[in-house]
């Protein structure tokens, strides 16, 4: 992999991959976006991906990445091509490493790629020459969305050192979790699960977090709370792991009266799509202390940032040293 200005990596793969230094070069560089588009009236696009083309090869449905990553492409001059598995010749039994070397031969700078087969990034990128960003595979990374939830912490809560992050839900099968994880890990924060036993991670140096077997017991320390939806559709034999969601919304939702033990000035984040009334009460989910919304936002900035650094490195540092970023 050849090093590059700011990033020491040609794909974005899994957050073990990132350095402590390439995840703040990253962050970083999302808050000089962000301030440019904020400071800015009519902000023009930043010219940093001008005749670049990214394709995002999506296998999985998605609102929010799909389409914050295409506002991002947008907003650095970029061209985005969308590929969809539904009605491409994948289903006419092309595979998915044929599919993606068809996609390269037309020149595409980047691909962005969200499957749920975990690895298959890891895979893709081991056979094309052209950065992979993984844009979440399986129940194994979710590096963009990883990113933009500790951006958005840190925007809320400053730095991360020291902070205490309760993760609420099905960690085993989560791939927000896993990469969750691994960056509050580098940036100091310190990390504790509560879930059903059945939604907990075996303990293991994979996993260097606290357990929380009662939830009101965790809640009181957490300057952030974090609720995941109950990925379903990666049970195991078709079978729900809890007893039912209505159960499971009893011990482990979080509802006004858990949200009173939360200390002043903690916020609750939720990758998304949340299904309300089962992880989150409707009130908590819209209630002041909710930054759901802002992840959204800064999932824009966070994955410009992503897309910039490793689709145009040189042009991205000029970028931050004409305003003094860096
Ligand atoms: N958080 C997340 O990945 O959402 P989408 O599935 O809508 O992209």
């Not at 903690?266 to 009460?281: D, Q």
């Not at 909710?290 to 959204?296: A, C, F, M």
Request: aromatic share 6%; proline share 6%.
């Amino acid at each position: 992999m050849g090093k590059t200005l700011g990033l020491s990596q040609k794909h974005l793969l899994a957050t073990p991959d990132l350095s402590r230094e390439d995840i703040r070069y990253l962050l970083n560089t999302a808050r000089a976006f962000d301030q440019y588009f904020q400071t800015s009236e009519t902000p023009e696009p930043i010219p940093i991906l001008k005749n670049t083309t990214i394709v995002h090869f999506f296998f999985e449905d998605s609102t929010r990445t799909r389409i914050s990553f295409d506002v991002a492409v947008r907003r650095l001059s970029g061209q985005a091509i969308q590929f969809s598995a539904s009605s491409s010749s994948v289903r006419k039994g092309e595979t998915l490493i044929d599919t993606a070397k068809v996609i390269q031969a037309m020149k595409p700078h980047a691909l962005i790629v969200r499957h749920s087969s975990a690895g298959s990034p890891q895979v893709l990128a081991e056979h094309l020459q052209i950065p992979v960003i993984n844009a979440g595979d399986g129940f194994h990374e979710h590096p963009t969305q990883g990113l933009l939830d500790v951006l958005t912490m840190e925007k809320q809560l400053g730095d991360l050192k020291g902070k205490n992050v309760l993760i609420i839900g099905d960690i085993a099968h989560s791939r927000v979790a896993r990469s969750n994880i691994n960056l509050l890990r580098k940036l100091g924060a310190t990390v504790t699960v509560s879930a059903p036993p059945t939604f907990l991670p075996p303990q293991s140096e994979a996993y260097p977090v606290k357990y929380a077997y009662r939830l009101e017991e965790a809640l009181p320390d957490a300057d952030v709370v974090m609720a995941l939806r109950i990925q379903s559709e990666r049970q195991t034999r078709n079978r729900m792991q809890i007893p039912s969601t209505a159960e499971y919304a009893r011990f482990w939702g979080l509802n006004r009266e858990r949200v009173k033990l939360m200390k002043p000035g903690a916020i609750i984040l939720h990758p998304g799509p949340v299904n309300r009334g089962v992880e989150l009460e409707p009130e908590v989910a819209d209630s002041p202390i909710s930054v759901i919304l802002d992840q959204v936002s800064n999932g824009i900035v966070a994955r410009m940032a992503v897309l910039a650094a490793i689709c145009q490195p040189q042009r991205l540092q000029q970028w931050l040293e004409e305003r003094g970023a860096v």
